[in-house]
């Protein structure tokens, strides 16, 4: 009997409308998703002298940063402050990380 029950919740998932199916896989997307860390004064001020140092020497660096509800990670070598832009170049080119979403320079 437990084998048809297992059948009919399969059948079931198997019948539901793409939209449903997409509807569902939208909102275990969003649960994974954090909200930005304010970082304190005393934080932002670390971070400026971390990255003004790895300009000077262009030393590279790790650079942990937020976008779009994810925090991402990069290793890579900062070229230049752009605007309110960091341009890091990494393995794959060139990235702009907005200065605002920058967390951490390891």
């Given at each position: 009997?437990?084998?048809?029950?297992?059948?009919?919740?399969?059948?079931?998932?198997?019948?539901?409308?793409?939209?449903?199916?997409?509807?569902?896989?939208?909102?275990?997307?969003?649960?994974?998703?954090?909200?930005?860390?304010?970082?304190?004064?005393?934080?932002?001020?670390?971070?400026?002298?971390?990255?003004?140092?790895?300009?000077?020497?262009a030393r590279p660096a790790r650079f942990t940063y937020y976008r779009a509800g994810i925090i991402k990670s990069v290793m890579g070598v900062p070229i230049k402050v752009k605007g309110s832009y960091l341009v890091l170049f990494h393995q794959l080119g060139e990235l702009f990380i907005p200065l605002k979403d920058l967390l951490d320079i390891s």
């Open positions: 009997m437990a084998s048809n029950s297992k059948n009919i919740i399969w059948e079931m998932h198997r019948l539901m409308l793409p939209e449903v199916t997409e509807a569902i896989h939208r909102k275990e997307e969003k649960k994974k998703l954090v909200e930005k860390p304010m970082l304190s004064e005393d934080r932002l001020e670390e971070l400026e002298h971390s990255l003004r140092e790895c300009l000077e020497l």
